[in-house]
């Protein structure tokens, strides 16, 4: 994985760039773990800077600095980050002016005047390269075999606390959309109620007697077959033969539907 060619495919890779996607790490708010193993890499190295790097398919975006406040980003050119990314094991060099690898870098050539570089790849449980834990500084080191393994060490970390944020994250979605999906329940379910109180409410609200109601004193035992009602308010079910007299006899009195007496029966003829 260390050739020029293994490089540039790792760059642009979709696997590793879906890897890299699923952590939801790039242009995220800086976070206070990653500070503090850059911190760590740039104590433990002896160096002024130190970086937790993520490289995207054409930019290296830093998690974590110190010792480089305001830059959040550099490209990709080979030799430094968008190298040691994908080098087997820590990536070290002792004088970037000198080394071939590097010697045309801008971060080398440029005003940062960077000489020494040493990273270890942030690797995935998968086995996906994300980026690098990095030292830096402007005059040329050498690092010892204790330091090569803490590096790497710490890159480990980075991916470790990778893995607890991605499980964060998905036990968070996972809560908002169990909860979203019972207030989604109980809407269906209210809504179901508020059908069933209405339709019963209905029903017994349009009970048919078993009698004629229009008799008047005398009483007429014929059966109920219409409900009328007036503008008033007032219903009442008659046989056929008393609800035509009375639809005849007094003004303002109409066939209503069974459901509804009265006024509102009339309010919806
Ligand atoms: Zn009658």
């Keep these: 994985m260390s050739s ?18 699923r952590y939801e790490i790039l ?12 911190a760590a890499a740039a104590a433990l190295c002896g160096t002024p800077i130190a970086t937790v790097s993520i490289v995207d398919a054409d930019r290296v975006w830093f998690a974590a600095t110190k010792g480089l406040d305001g830059v959040t980003q550099v490209g990709t050119e080979p030799g430094l980050c968008a190298s040691a990314f994908c080098a087997d094991g820590s990536y070290v060099v002792n ?11 801008p ?17 995935t449980i998968d086995g996906h390269r994300l980026g690098t834990v990095t030292a830096i500084d402007a005059m040329p080191r ?7 393994t803490v590096l790497g060490h710490l890159a480990d970390q980075v991916a470790q606390h990778l893995e607890l944020r991605l499980a964060a ?13 019972a207030v989604q329940r109980a809407a269906a379910a209210a809504e179901l109620a508020e059908r069933m109180r209405a339709a ?13 109601q229009l008799g008047g004193t005398k009483g007429c035992t014929a059966p109920a077959e219409l409900k009328l009602a007036d503008s008033w308010g007032d219903s009442a079910w008659g046989c056929n033969q008393h609800v035509e007299e009375a639809i005849l006899n007094v003004r303002s009195v109409f066939i209503a539907n069974e459901e509804l ?3 509102a029966a009339y309010l919806n003829r």
Excluded: K, M, N
Excluded at 8 to 16: E, F, K, V
Excluded at 27 to 38: E, V
Excluded at 169 to 181: C, H, I, M, S
């Design 4 to 21: 020029t060619t293994d490089r540039s495919t790792a760059l642009t890779d979709p696997a590793r760039l879906a890897a890299v996607r």
């Design 27 to 38: 242009d995220a708010p800086t976070d206070g773990q990653f500070d503090t193993i850059a």
């Design 95 to 105: 004088d970037a002016a000198i080394d071939p690898r590097t010697l045309e870098h």
């Design 107 to 123: 971060l080398v050539r440029g005003e940062l005047g960077l000489r020494f570089y040493a990273a270890a790849p942030i690797i």
């Design 142 to 148: 050498q690092l010892t075999d204790v330091q090569h």
């Design 169 to 181: 994250l998905t036990a968070v979605r996972a809560e908002r959309e169990l909860r979203e999906e």
């Design 200 to 212: 019963a409410a209905t029903h017994t609200a349009a009970p048919r007697p078993e009698h004629c």
């Design 261 to 263: 007496g009265g006024l």
